[in-house]
């Protein structure tokens, strides 16, 4: 489906002005973030991380910290599990570990609505109809999101983002952003670090004995 003159112009102008509005209103709540990931958990305050865009562009994903650096005898860096602390855990559960998005969003990486942008390496293992869900930017938050977040699981997540990738429009998102709110609120649908239960994409579709269909490079 082509995207309505929403999807095309009014989308983006929103993201825009939201984006920008939304970093001076939580800017008290990201400085002090900034400091508590400073001292609770060292430095670097940002964690980055390469991430697939719209028509797979990789782009840089921004996030507050929330693992320390934790290493074992043999210079190794612990399991992710060893190196969560609760703090990790609590901005993890508030979503407030996402707040540094605004900025993706801002510059255009990101919309506040989308198929969230999943790993780099995940990208030779999706079907060419699978692929349709960067028709669009990723999203801070969306339907899969708002249908049980990291408890589904991939045949599920990309049903969803599909259906999305396929249907832009102004009162969509504005259901989802209300009902990501709730779930952020009531900590529903969260699982963090080795609490989740689904196992990676690659690796799935690798057990089930799937090759890969593109090069990761095409991407970069």
């Not at 983006?12 to 609770?40: N, Y």
């Not at 996402?98 to 780099?120: A, C, Q, T, Y």
């Not at 249907?167 to 969509?172: D, E, I, L």
């Not at 699982?191 to 994409?201: P, R």
Request: net charge positive.
């Amino acid at each position: 489906m082509k995207p309505g003159i929403y999807g095309k112009y009014g989308k983006r102008l929103l993201d825009i002005v939201f984006s920008l509005v939304g970093l001076i209103l939580i800017s008290p709540v990201f400085l002090t973030v900034m400091i508590l990931v400073r001292v609770k958990l060292g430095s670097p305050i940002f964690f980055h991380q390469n991430r697939p865009g719209r028509n797979g562009k990789i782009f840089g994903l921004l996030k507050f910290r929330s693992m320390t650096d934790a290493r074992g005898k043999d210079g190794e860096l612990l399991p992710d599990e060893q190196r969560l602390p609760h703090f990790g855990r609590v901005l993890r559960s508030t979503s407030l570990d996402e707040l540094p998005e605004f900025i993706n969003i801002l510059k255009g990486d990101m919309s506040f609505v989308g198929p969230r942008p999943l790993l780099v390496r995940y990208l030779p293992y999706y079907t060419e109809e699978e692929m349709h869900r960067h028709d669009v930017r990723p999203g801070l938050t969306g339907l899969a999101q708002i249908h049980g977040r990291n408890a589904l699981n991939w045949e599920d997540r990309f049903r969803y983002d599909l259906l999305y990738a396929g249907n832009v429009t102004f009162s969509q998102d504005c259901r989802i952003v209300f009902a990501t709110i709730g779930k952020v609120l009531k900590k529903s649908g969260v699982q963090s670090g080795a609490e989740q239960s689904v196992e990676d994409f690659d690796v799935c579709r690798k057990r089930q004995g799937m090759q890969p269909l593109r090069r990761i490079e095409e991407f970069e």
